[in-house]
């Protein structure tokens, strides 16, 4: 397993190019499932829970190719199957759920895998897939899912669920009649999968708001899409400026998708500029601590609240971070009070008293994003740190590492075996 050896204490300088979501780039792959034309998507990165998906589209029969960062997919060959071991990796494979079954009305995969930040059930999934027609059981850990067709409803999600609303707008692209879905999530990753799934011949209206309405069709056909810009890299890149001081550029995002961090980060004394496609942030002076209350788009991003904590470990003051989208998220705890920070987890709320350089240690990186936080944390320590168990951060960040050094950070990869000896 590689780890990262970090030198802390230095400001950061120049320009990062962001990468294309994670978390767009994963159902646009699975919505190939729902044709058999050819999907071609562009500016893929080569990350672990790309690959991944793609080991679940081979053992659905599927095919692709790469021609640079462009990925081909074809669906034409593919087929109802059982998806196992793929499928306990990554907490996104449950997306394969309603295109399998809209198209082939059945499906089986285990229970899905990924981070361990409290419980994430399926169950709004299974609820809406319900209202469609289909009849799902658990049975030793295997969803197994069949419908006759699936027939459009009404679907009112308890919580404006990401996943639930990508899975349940792309089944009902193939259900007959209309279904509409309340409640549903409004994040830009849902947003850009509407978009793909309209090129695909997709009746999709309200993407964006509280109520999605949905048409369906008798079939889909190939399209080209571009995902949109990673919001969460670019803001993990913000809080690395902003805990390590300097300037730096970040290009090829969407400013708009990072307002409620951008906010945030000036509360904090960060200057923040905003170009069409660019944003520059730098730091000249102290850091002042703030709160941050995560929440559903337009709000502070679950995903980003780790990395916030880490910062606020370099922040005049008490900061208070509290989850409410996630219960548990608090693997990186225990990971900065090992470098010395005073920081201590109040049921859903993080508590730090920063103002200080935390020291050097060896951590590990229990999930993806406190992975990165561990990264914030040793740039900015006073003796920089060790971060093991790279696996996670390997799942969701392209080349990082690169990204960083780029920047003037004190940073390399090695493997396990030659950092040991």
Not at 311 to 337: K, M, Q, W, Y
């Amino acid at each position: 397993m590689a780890v990262y050896k970090i030198s802390g204490n230095k400001e950061l300088f120049g320009t990062v190019e962001i990468s294309a979501a994670k978390n767009a780039v994963l159902p646009v792959i699975f919505s190939s499932i729902l044709t058999g034309e050819a999907l071609i998507i562009e500016n893929v990165p080569l990350i672990s829970d790309v690959m991944c998906a793609l080991e679940i589209i081979g053992e659905l029969g599927g095919s692709y190719e790469w021609a640079g960062d462009t990925l081909k997919l074809y669906g034409g060959t593919m087929h109802a199957a059982r998806i196992m071991e793929a499928a306990k990796k990554m907490r996104a494979s449950v997306l394969c759920l309603g295109p399998m079954l809209a198209r082939f009305g059945s499906a089986q995969l285990a229970l899905p895998g990924g981070c361990r930040i409290g419980a994430r059930p399926v169950d709004l999934h299974i609820k809406g897939l319900n209202v469609l027609g289909a009849e799902i059981k658990i049975e030793q850990g295997i969803l197994k899912a069949y419908a006759k067709g699936l027939k459009g409803g009404e679907i009112c999600l308890d919580f404006p669920s990401v996943g639930a609303t990508e899975n349940l707008m792309m089944a009902a692209c193939l259900a007959e009649g209309e279904t509409m879905i309340v409640n549903a999530a409004q994040e830009p990753e849902v947003c850009d999968l509407a978009r793909l799934l309209i090129k695909m011949g997709a009746d999709i209206r309200g993407a964006g708001e509280d109520t999605l309405y949905i048409k369906g069709r008798p079939d889909l056909h190939g399209a080209r899409h571009t995902p949109i810009p990673d919001r969460i890299e670019a803001g993990t890149f913000m809080m690395c400026a902003a805990a390590c001081g300097g300037e730096v550029r970040l290009k090829r995002l969407c400013p708009p998708h990072l307002k409620a961090v951008s906010s945030k980060l000036m509360e904090c004394g960060a200057i923040i500029t905003e170009l069409e496609d660019e944003i520059v942030i730098k730091r000249e002076g102290e850091l002042n601590a703030a709160d941050v209350r995560s929440l559903p788009y337009p709000g502070f991003p679950t995903d980003l609240q780790s990395q916030f904590a880490a910062l606020a470990c370099s922040a005049s003051g008490t900061s208070v971070i509290v989850d409410t989208v996630f219960e548990g998220r608090s693997n990186h705890v225990p990971e900065l009070l090992r470098m010395g920070a005073d920081i201590m987890q109040q049921e859903q709320a993080t508590i730090v008293r920063g103002g200080r350089l935390l020291g050097g240690a060896s951590v590990n990186a229990p999930d993806l994003r406190a992975g990165a936080a561990l990264i914030i944390a040793g740039l900015s320590a006073r003796e920089g740190a060790v971060v093991e168990d790279c696996g996670h951060i390997d799942r969701g960040y392209y080349k990082l590492c690169e990204k960083l050094r780029a920047l003037g950070a004190g940073i390399e990869r090695l493997e396990d075996e030659s950092f040991r000896n």
